[in-house]
């Protein structure tokens, strides 16, 4: 059964940065699509950015030349910086990894049948 668990997040000024890890067990790591995820309250899940199966990198557009997902393959640990953090970053972070195939077709896809881990709180103050 995999396991994912992040950790990285806390409460931060904005413009400053943090930097979100995701660590995995019971899972290959090299190949799957895997992203971050995040939800405010009283708002709907949204992706952040994911890692496809190719190693395309893809962003959401209010993240895009802010934040960077990435691989340690080593650690089997996904990581995501984040960089010049806003205050609409404010919200729970989580990791998602693909559970059925490889691919996320270069979209956000990631769903309830896939991995998810618990989440990490990203506070934005501004």
């Known amino acids: 059964q995999a396991q994912l668990v992040e950790s990285g997040g806390g409460s931060v000024q904005a413009g400053g940065s943090l930097r979100l890890s995701c660590a995995t067990s019971?899972?290959?790591?090299?190949?799957?699509?895997m992203g971050w995820f995040r939800q405010a309250p009283g708002k709907e899940r949204e992706g952040v950015a994911i890692i496809d199966s190719d190693g395309r990198d893809i962003y959401a557009d209010a993240v895009q030349g802010r934040f960077t997902i990435s691989k340690d393959h080593d650690k089997n640990t996904l990581y995501l910086q984040m960089n010049s953090l806003k205050a609409d970053d404010t919200s729970m972070y989580y990791c998602?990894?693909?559970?059925?195939?490889?691919?996320?077709?270069?979209?956000?896809?990631?769903?309830?049948?896939?991995?998810w881990g618990q989440g990490t709180q990203v506070t934005v103050s501004s």
């Open positions: 998602a990894a693909k559970r059925f195939g490889i691919s996320c077709g270069g979209r956000m896809i990631l769903s309830e049948d896939d991995y």
């Open positions: 019971g899972y290959s790591f090299s190949r799957p699509c």
